[in-house]
C-alpha cells in the first residue's frame, strides 16, 4: 500500500495504472475510519482492480462554527485499517496541497440548498469542489459514496450527470452499530449519556416508515408525528429538520407515492447527527 501525499505523484501513478488497462475505485474520505468507511472500500474491491481512497477533512465543507478544528483524526490507525482491507493506495494531501490560492467553487444549485443545505449553506459547495478534484487527480472509474450521507449521493451523482464526467457512482448501504445508530466518526463526541439518546432520529423515521406502510401518505402529518415521536421518548432539545423528499429531485411532495427519502438531522448537546431512509412503496 503506498501513501501519497502530492498531487503530481498521484496523477503519474494514476498514469501507470491507466496505462495498465486497470480500473480504479475511490472512496473519498474524511479518516478515522470505521465499519461504514470499511463496508465502502469492501465494495470497492469488489468493482475496482485498483482501489485508492482518499482521506482528507476538507475545510471547504465546514461552516465557521462547525467542528473542523476538533474533527477526530488517527492516520495510524486508519492506514492499518487500510492496509489490512487490501487498500491499494491512499490519497492523504495537506490543506495547501489541495487549496493553494484557492478561486474556483463547484455549486450544485437547488439540491444543495435543501435539508442540511438550510442549516449548512457552504456544505455542499464544498463537497462537490474537493469530489471534483479527487475526481480529476485519481481519475476513478468507480467512486463509492454512502447512502448515510444521502442528499451528498444525490449532489454528487447531480454534478456527475450535468458535468459529463466519467465515473460511475456506486451507493454504499448504511452501516449501523447494534442498536441502529449509524456508523459516523461524530459519533466520538457523544458522552456515554448522550450516546443512548443518538438512536432518537433512527428510531423516529422508523416509526415514520411505519406510518407509510400502514397507509399514511399525508407527508406534513407524518413529518408531525416524527418530531412529536422523537420529543416525547427522548431527551432531545432541538431537531434541526425531518424531511420526506422524493429521492431524485430531494423536493418535498404532499404525498408519499413511490420511492421517498425519510431523512433528518438532530442536535444531540452540540453534536448534530443525520440520518435517513430511503423507502420504496
Ligand atoms: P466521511 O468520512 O464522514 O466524510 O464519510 C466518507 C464516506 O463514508 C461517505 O461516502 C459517507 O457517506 C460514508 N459513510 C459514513 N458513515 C457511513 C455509514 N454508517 N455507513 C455507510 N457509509 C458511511
Not at 465543507?61 to 495510524?76: A, C, H, I
Not at 487500510?82 to 463547484?106: Q, R
Not at 474537493?130 to 449521493?153: E, R, S, T
Not at 432520529?201 to 402529518?221: A, M, P, R, T
Amino acid at each position: 500500500m503506498k501513501i501519497l501525499n502530492n498531487i503530481e505523484t498521484t496523477k503519474q501513478e494514476v498514469e501507470i495504472i491507466k496505462k495498465n488497462n486497470q480500473t480504479i475505485a475511490l472512496v473519498p474520505t474524511m479518516g478515522y475510519l470505521h465499519e461504514g468507511h470499511k463496508s465502502l472500500i469492501k465494495e470497492a474491491k469488489k468493482i475496482g482492480d485498483i482501489v485508492v481512497i482518499s482521506i482528507f477533512v476538507n475545510p471547504l465543507q465546514f461552516g465557521e462554527n462547525e467542528d473542523l478544528d476538533k474533527y477526530p483524526k488517527d492516520f495510524e490507525r486508519d492506514k492499518n485499517i487500510a492496509f489490512e482491507l487490501g487498500v491499494d493506495y491512499i490519497f492523504y494531501p495537506e490543506e495547501e496541497e489541495m487549496y493553494n490560492n484557492f478561486k474556483t467553487f463547484v455549486e450544485v444549485r437547488d439540491l444543495s440548498q435543501k435539508m442540511c443545505g438550510k442549516t449548512r449553506p457552504i456544505h455542499f459547495t464544498g463537497v462537490a469542489t474537493v469530489v471534483l478534484k479527487l475526481f480529476n487527480i485519481i481519475k476513478p472509474d468507480y467512486a463509492v459514496f454512502g447512502m448515510k450521507d444521502a442528499q451528498q449521493v444525490r449532489i454528487i451523482e447531480k454534478m456527475v450527470y450535468d458535468l459529463n464526467i466519467d465515473v460511475e457512482i456506486i451507493r454504499g448501504e448504511i452501516i449501523r452499530e447494534s442498536d441502529g445508530l449509524a456508523y459516523s466518526s461524530r459519533n466520538k463526541y457523544l458522552s456515554q449519556n448522550e450516546r443512548k439518546d443518538a438512536i432518537a432520529l433512527k428510531e423516529g423515521l422508523n416509526y415514520g416508515k411505519s406510518l407509510i406502510q400502514n397507509g399514511e401518505k399525508d407527508v406534513e402529518k407524518i413529518k408531525k408525528s416524527i418530531i412529536d415521536f422523537i420529543l416525547e421518548k427522548f431527551s432531545i432539545k432541538s431537531i434541526d429538520y425531518i424531511s420526506i423528499v422524493n429521492f431524485e429531485t430531494l423536493e418535498e411532495e404532499d404525498f408519499v407515492y413511490t420511492e421517498v427519502l425519510l431523512a433528518g438531522a438532530i442536535y444531540i448537546g452540540t453534536t448534530r447527527l443525520i440520518d435517513n431512509l430511503l423507502i420504496k412503496i
